[in-house]
């Protein structure tokens, strides 16, 4: 499985943006997905996952009640809509995947990486 994240950008507080998952490979609707995000000079630090079916979902307590994340397994596609964006929201935003119906919470289950989409938020 090879990923894609996009959709980054410079926004102010307050705003919303929507990043893109996109991947490659028929098996993609095997995957649970992670969304992952790693601001300058900090680890990388998990954001929200979703189970190969969406039907589980969990979220960092950072981001509860503004993001929210979806798939679309026909499009190969995971979704994160941010919505209230803070500035400590700035970072390099990853999307992951893992064979597998479980999502997870820790960077070292993930198996496929995408190369990262830059967000900014300005206060």
């Known amino acids: 499985v090879q990923l894609q994240a996009s959709g980054g950008g410079l926004v102010q507080a307050g705003d919303s943006l929507r990043l893109s998952c996109l991947a490659s490979?028929?098996?993609?609707?095997?995957?649970?997905v992670g969304w992952f995000r790693q601001a300058p000079g900090k680890e990388r630090e998990f954001v929200v996952s979703?189970?190969?079916?969406?039907?589980?979902?969990n979220h960092a307590d950072s981001v509860k009640g503004r993001f929210a994340v979806s798939r679309d397994n026909a499009k190969n596609t995971v979704y994160l809509q941010m919505n209230r964006l803070k500035p400590e929201d700035t970072a390099i935003y990853y999307c992951?995947?893992?064979?597998?119906?479980?999502?997870?919470?820790?960077?070292?289950?993930?198996?496929?990486w995408g190369q990262g989409t830059q967000v900014t938020v300005s206060s």
């Open positions: 992951a995947a893992v064979p597998g119906p479980i999502s997870s919470r820790y960077v070292r289950d993930y198996d496929y």
């Open positions: 490979g028929r098996t993609f609707s095997n995957n649970a």
């Open positions: 979703i189970s190969r079916g969406g039907g589980t979902i």
